[in-house]
């Protein structure tokens, strides 16, 4: 059944009928946030659900490795991250800083895209009927009909891999491949007494911005819920609760004065980070000594207690 509806569905979006489809299927989400909580869903979340589309193909990314676009993974996995990717902001020292950097005046030449909504989340009961799994690779290929050897299902099978990577010592992970899943993970962690906040812009850029004064800087909580989008055909976020605080930092554009508040988080616990990352050289500091600050892409969501 629910493959014939996933089936009728991917046909009609190719007769152009997807907005009415969306609009109906869509109201589950609606009515799942609103039996949780009684304000509006966030602009964030209502986009990925009305906004969206699903066209079974792997948004493209700047780097040819999907995996260096998505900066948890540099975290985790790699020694030397790349140039950072068109949504990622990064500081004129590099990508990374030190928690004392959060200053006014102190960040410069940091760059901000407009974030987007695709790929849009899958209606829950259609996503728990599609396989994720490394193990279910082939079926998951036959669902979204993309070929198996296509740079897609070569993307497909790394946000798998690293879905399915070990948690690191206290971290908490999940990857949420709808709305409902995404807020109960969040509602696991920090319980239901939370707030979602991400990147805002006083006007929308069509474009890179770049900024180099910092206005101000807010500490949102010592106890945060990180959820990075991944690449694949819908969306989908790798959440995960690890020893992090959070800040909203208040920046201006450089070039018109457009106003923005970006999203900055520093790790307490770099322990475990591999010696030689590349974090460490460029602030020339070791593992376990000092938190390691970042700035989030524009696309990441996250949870803080009220």
């Not at 909580?37 to 964030?44: D, G, Q, V």
């Not at 998951?140 to 990577?165: F, G, H, N, P, R």
């Not at 055909?233 to 930092?249: E, L, N, S």
């Not at 520093?266 to 974090?279: I, R």
Request: hydrophobic share 35%; glycine share 4%; aromatic share 10%.
């Amino acid at each position: 059944m629910e493959f014939r509806y996933l089936f009728l569905l991917s046909a009609l979006s190719c007769l152009g009928f997807l907005g009415n489809i969306v609009q109906a299927i869509q109201q589950p989400a609606e009515v799942y946030w609103q039996t949780v909580w009684a304000n509006p869903m966030p602009t964030p979340l209502k986009g990925l659900i009305q906004s969206g589309s699903w066209n079974w193909r792997v948004p493209k990314k700047s780097h040819p490795n999907p995996e260096f676009n998505n900066l948890a993974i540099c975290l985790r996995y790699t020694i030397n991250c790349p140039p950072p990717a068109s949504k990622l902001i990064a500081t004129n020292k590099g990508t990374f800083f030190l928690e004392h950097d959060l200053q006014e005046g102190k960040i410069s030449q940091t760059m901000l895209t407009k974030p987007s909504n695709e790929p849009a989340f899958l209606p829950d009961t259609v996503a728990k009927s599609i396989p994720f799994s490394s193990s279910k690779l082939p079926e998951i290929l036959s669902y979204l009909k993309i070929e198996a050897k296509s740079t897609d299902a070569e993307t497909i099978k790394q946000t798998l891999d690293v879905c399915e990577s070990p948690a690191l010592n206290g971290e908490k992970r999940y990857c949420a491949s709808s709305l409902e899943s995404l807020v109960k993970f969040a509602i696991s962690q920090l319980g239901k007494n939370i707030r979602l906040v991400s990147t805002e812009f006083e006007k929308k850029p069509q474009k890179e911005l770049h900024y180099n004064s910092v206005e101000g800087v807010k500490k949102i909580g010592d106890k945060v819920v990180v959820c990075h989008k991944l690449s694949y055909p819908y969306a989908v976020f790798y959440c995960h609760k690890i020893d992090t605080r959070a800040y909203t930092v208040s920046l201006v554009s450089t070039s018109n004065g457009i106003k923005a508040k970006a999203l900055a988080v520093c790790h307490t616990n770099t322990t475990e980070w591999n010696a030689k990352h590349v974090a460490f050289k460029e602030l020339n500091v070791k593992p376990g000594t000092v938190p390691i600050c970042h700035f989030l892409p524009t696309d990441t969501l996250i949870w803080v207690p009220n």
